[in-house]
């Protein structure tokens, strides 16, 4: 049997180009802060006062991995967790200042990393890349597992 031409599988690429955009982050942004994290504290600096469940939603994170991050942020002194008065078993979610800070000082980093990260591509095919690429993790969120339980199978194409 011949040897599979991985350049063909997107997933192959999308794991190179994962591999590619750790190495950046951690060379050009930041080796303490996650790429993950920078999305918990920049949907906070956009909508301050979300709860868990909600950020994770807008970031794309899932249930044990957003809990992951807040937790980190929070022993970072990088967000502030207060009970909703409404809901006594849910926190509303702020930036500290040196939250604030730190987002400001990545944003910049991350701006830089970007540049170099589509570098090998015009200003038309970085727009057109970023959409198709947000076309794909927007239909992969919402394909579940076969027999999981209470899950639809994937529609066939």
């Given at each position: 049997m011949a040897a599979v031409d991985l350049s063909t599988h997107p997933g192959h690429l999308a794991r190179r180009l994962q591999q590619a955009h750790y190495l950046l982050w951690n060379t050009m942004v930041s080796e303490e802060i996650t790429s993950p994290q920078f999305a918990v504290l920049n949907a906070?600096?956009?909508?301050?006062?979300?709860?868990?469940r909600t950020v994770g939603e807008r970031v794309g994170l899932d249930r044990s991995t957003i809990a992951e991050v807040i937790s980190?942020?929070?022993?970072?002194?990088?967000?502030?967790?207060?009970r909703d008065p409404r809901d006594g078993r849910r926190f509303l979610l702020r930036p500290t200042e040196e939250g604030r800070r730190t987002h400001r000082r990545l944003t910049v980093r991350t701006a830089r990393m970007n540049q170099v990260f589509l570098g090998p591509l015009s200003a038309a095919e970085q727009a057109q890349f970023l959409d198709l690429i947000r076309r794909v993790a927007d239909a992969a969120e919402g394909?579940?597992?076969?027999g999981e339980p209470g899950e639809p199978a994937p529609a066939q194409p």
């Open positions: 906070l600096v956009a909508e301050p006062g979300l709860d868990q980190r942020l929070d022993r970072r002194g990088l967000l502030d967790k207060t394909l579940r597992h076969p």
